[in-house]
């Protein structure tokens, strides 16, 4: 499954290679009742090239759904990024609930704002 998943965000063709998963497994959580979002699967690339492709296919693709459904990737970050992302939750609430900007983190941890097309950092 996960094999075909992989080919859809990078639309490999059927004569070419799938990128080879070095690992995968749902993450340990409780199975979600009807509504809820699935589990999330941790997958670890074989090549350290193919998880750069898949993430460039995924910041270029923006919406991907698989079988009708939302699919979303993410990269895991190490615990202190997460951390330092945390720290920003406030202020990305606020930004969402109480206007239209667009936003969002730079690695390792810097908040971007869009105002009028102008980036601030």
Not at 36 to 48: D, H, I, K, N, T
Not at 80 to 108: F, M, Q
């Amino acid at each position: 499954m996960m094999g075909d998943i992989l080919r859809y965000i990078l639309d490999v063709k059927d004569d070419e290679p799938t990128p080879e998963v070095e690992r995968q497994h749902r993450s340990l959580r409780p199975r979600p009742a009807p509504g809820e979002p699935p589990c999330p699967y941790l997958v670890r690339m074989l090549r350290w090239s193919d998880r750069q492709k898949i993430l460039q296919a995924v910041a270029e693709k923006r919406q991907l759904s698989w079988k009708g459904k939302p699919l979303r990737v993410f990269q895991d970050l190490p615990t202190e990024i997460k951390r330092k992302h945390a720290e920003y939750d406030d202020i990305r609430g606020k930004l969402r609930r109480e206007t239209s900007l667009h936003y969002g983190i730079l690695y390792p941890a810097r908040l971007i704002v869009t105002i009028d097309e102008v980036k601030y950092i």
